[in-house]
């Protein structure tokens, strides 16, 4: 079995999520610093022991790679989007991009919303969403509803919190271990 | 830019200019940015009974005063820092997006006085116009923004701010620099209140 024949789209999308991930992450955010270094690692090692067995069978389909490479994008949009930001706000502020089936992407941060800068990358063929006081996770799915798109993957700069994967779980969702990383069936 | 009014956000601009201002006033204008903010922040945190706002008002005194020393500057810029609080904090205030803004210009313009760094100067002054942009929002329904943001009149208060505190630095004393800022803030406290 190569390395390339245990990869679902899941697993091949986490990996290069939780790779990336463990780069950025260890320059920015002071309070998950380190931890999200140690959890992504041991999340891509565990999701790849605990999926890979089961999908040993399986040859990597156009479709794993196709969700593999969007979620990559993803994670480059969230990365973008949090570097718009000054580094004070970079450490205090979450972005979050979804992906959806029809093709659109979803931009969201929470609480105070995506500022100025943020919204300048998201001009075209993407959906901005706004909720005030809500997490970028509920925002982006919220948004997502409204403008009648159908999610698929979503990135996010800081882990997702018990409450929002709850609420992606509750929508037919899966949240990544490591919480950086969402999809939907 | 000049020192004019300005039209629209323009960082690049902005920046250009800071580049050509001597060091110590490139503090002087990122105080004058937080200054505009403090009334925003001091209404907030007296509102939430916030107990943080004296240091923060004693951390942009610091930047103000030409007796103060790199070290002190450093200190306190740490120290403010540590006060910015996550958006997702569930005891944060309401309007927790200006507190943030506040106390972050205040740190901009306390590393200034350590860097002398034209893009810590920038960072200061987009603090102010996305604390404005915030003001603005709020007025929007949810899942839509404002577009035309020039026509609004927090983001017009801001944008003459910053023309004006480029030009205060050439031709006005530090006391009416300051006096400007304050009264600005109190301005867009004014509009804050009024949305």
Same mark, same amino acid.
């Given at each position: 079995?190569?390395?390339? %024949?245990?990869? *679902?789209?899941?697993?091949?999308? !986490?990996?290069?999520?939780? /790779?990336?991930?463990?780069?950025? $992450?260890?320059? @920015?955010h002071?309070r998950f610093?380190?931890?999200?270094?140690?959890?992504?690692?041991?999340?891509?090692?565990?999701?790849?022991?605990?999926?890979?067995?089961?999908?040993? %069978?399986?040859? *990597?389909?156009?479709?794993?790679? !196709?969700?593999?490479?969007? /979620?990559?994008?993803?994670?480059? $949009?969230t990365? @973008?989007l949090t570097?718009a930001l000054?580094?004070?706000a970079q450490n205090s502020r979450t972005s979050a991009v979804m992906?959806?089936?029809?093709?659109?992407?979803v931009l969201a941060s929470g609480g105070r919303d995506l500022s100025?800068?943020q919204?300048?990358?998201?001009?075209?063929?993407?959906?901005l969403g706004r909720l005030p006081g809500a997490h970028a996770e509920t925002t982006a799915m919220d948004a997502?509803?409204?403008?009648?798109?159908?999610?698929?993957?979503m990135a996010v700069s800081l882990p997702i919190c018990p409450a929002c994967q709850?609420a992606i779980?509750?929508?037919?969702?899966?949240?990544?271990?490591?919480g950086m990383?969402?999809?939907?069936? | 830019?000049?020192?004019?009014?300005?039209?629209?956000?323009?960082?690049?601009?902005?920046?250009?200019?800071?580049?050509?201002?001597?060091?110590?006033?490139?503090?002087?204008?990122?105080?004058?940015?937080?200054?505009?903010?403090?009334?925003?922040?001091?209404?907030?945190?007296?509102?939430?009974?916030?107990?943080?706002?004296?240091?923060?008002?004693?951390?942009?005194?610091?930047?103000?005063?030409?007796?103060?020393?790199?070290?002190?500057?450093?200190?306190?810029?740490?120290?403010?820092?540590?006060?910015v609080p996550d958006e997702d904090d569930e005891?944060a205030?309401v309007d927790v997006a200006?507190v943030q803004?506040?106390?972050?210009?205040?740190?901009?313009?306390?590393?200034?006085?350590?860097?002398?760094?034209?893009?810590?100067?920038?960072?200061?002054?987009?603090?102010?116009?996305e604390?404005?942009?915030y003001?603005?929002q709020?007025?929007?329904?949810n899942q839509?923004?404002?577009?035309?943001?020039?026509?609004?009149?927090?983001?017009?208060?801001?944008?003459?701010?910053?023309?004006?505190?480029?030009?205060?630095?050439?031709?006005?004393?530090?006391?009416?620099?300051?006096?400007?800022?304050?009264?600005?803030?109190?301005?867009?406290?004014?509009?804050?209140?009024?949305?």
């Amino acid at each position: 079995m190569g390395p390339v %024949s245990i990869l *679902t789209p899941t697993t091949l999308a !986490v990996v290069l999520i939780f /790779g990336r991930q463990t780069l950025v $992450r260890g320059t @920015g955010h002071r309070r998950f610093r380190g931890v999200a270094m140690v959890v992504s690692l041991l999340a891509s090692v565990t999701v790849l022991l605990a999926v890979g067995p089961s999908a040993a %069978s399986a040859s *990597t389909t156009p479709h794993a790679v !196709v969700a593999a490479e969007d /979620g990559a994008r993803l994670a480059s $949009r969230t990365d @973008g989007l949090t570097g718009a930001l000054d580094p004070i706000a970079q450490n205090s502020r979450t972005s979050a991009v979804m992906s959806t089936r029809q093709g659109t992407d979803v931009l969201a941060s929470g609480g105070r919303d995506l500022s100025p800068a943020q919204r300048a990358l998201g001009q075209g063929d993407n959906v901005l969403g706004r909720l005030p006081g809500a997490h970028a996770e509920t925002t982006a799915m919220d948004a997502a509803g409204k403008a009648g798109l159908t999610p698929w993957q979503m990135a996010v700069s800081l882990p997702i919190c018990p409450a929002c994967q709850a609420a992606i779980e509750g929508s037919g969702g899966t949240v990544a271990p490591g919480g950086m990383f969402a999809w939907w069936p | 830019m000049t020192g004019e009014a300005l039209i629209e956000y323009d960082e690049a601009a902005l920046a250009a200019r800071v580049a050509r201002l001597p060091g110590a006033e490139r503090t002087l204008l990122a105080a004058a940015c937080a200054e505009r903010l403090m009334p925003l922040y001091e209404w907030i945190a007296a509102a939430s009974g916030g107990a943080a706002a004296a240091s923060v008002r004693s951390a942009l005194d610091l930047a103000w005063s030409a007796s103060t020393s790199r070290e002190q500057a450093e200190q306190a810029q740490l120290e403010v820092e540590e006060l910015v609080p996550d958006e997702d904090d569930e005891d944060a205030p309401v309007d927790v997006a200006l507190v943030q803004n506040t106390i972050a210009a205040v740190a901009y313009a306390l590393r200034t006085m350590g860097s002398h760094d034209a893009q810590d100067v920038v960072w200061a002054a987009r603090q102010l116009y996305e604390a404005a942009d915030y003001i603005v929002q709020r007025e929007a329904p949810n899942q839509t923004y404002i577009a035309d943001l020039e026509q609004e009149a927090p983001i017009q208060l801001v944008l003459r701010g910053l023309g004006s505190a480029v030009e205060d630095l050439e031709s006005a004393s530090l006391t009416q620099l300051r006096e400007r800022a304050q009264a600005d803030g109190d301005a867009l406290l004014a509009l804050f209140k009024a949305e």
